[in-house]
């Protein structure tokens, strides 16, 4: 059975408060971590029906700063699927009162399902409707592909 991307894209807003802020005045980058992880985890487990574990955050990058009521939106979507695993993309942004966004963040994640005894459990293939989908699936194979390398060199 195959899954569309769209059946599972996940978007979360949070506004930033004083307890969100840095010494120098800016979003706490642990924060935004944990609202990245919650986001992958909500699409994963849209897509595969399971409870999900995080593998690995694979690349997160910090673009720009969120300062206090700024309002922050994390859209996540799978970009590739594996047997057991998931590669979510989360990008962040930082949306204006137009509605205008401007990306602070992007990350990749790997989430894996598993059963009620932690074991990893098959997921859905995802089915790909545009080129954007196929272009961005490629890319994850890639990042799949370096993944395993490392993993088999000790890196």
Not at 26 to 51: K, N, P, T
Not at 62 to 87: H, I
Request: proline share 3%; net charge positive; hydrophobic share 35%.
């Amino acid at each position: 059975m195959e899954k569309r991307v769209e059946d599972s894209r996940t978007e979360q807003v949070y506004v930033i408060r004083s307890q969100h802020i840095n010494p120098y005045g800016r979003l706490f980058g642990g924060y935004l971590m944990q609202w990245i992880d919650e986001v992958a985890g909500v699409v994963s487990r849209r897509h595969c029906g399971h409870e999900i574990t995080t593998a690995l955050v694979d690349n997160l990058s910090f673009k720009a700063g969120a300062y206090k009521n700024d309002m922050v939106v994390l859209e996540g979507k799978l970009t590739y699927v594996g047997t057991t695993s998931m590669e979510v993309r989360v990008d962040t942004y930082v949306e204006d009162y137009l509605g205008i966004r401007r990306s602070i963040n992007r990350a990749f994640l790997v989430m894996v399902a598993v059963d009620e005894n932690g074991k990893p459990v098959p997921v859905p293939g995802l089915k790909l409707e545009t080129e954007q989908e196929k272009a961005e699936w490629e890319a994850g194979k890639k990042r799949y592909d370096l993944r395993k390398k490392r993993r088999i060199e000790g890196y």
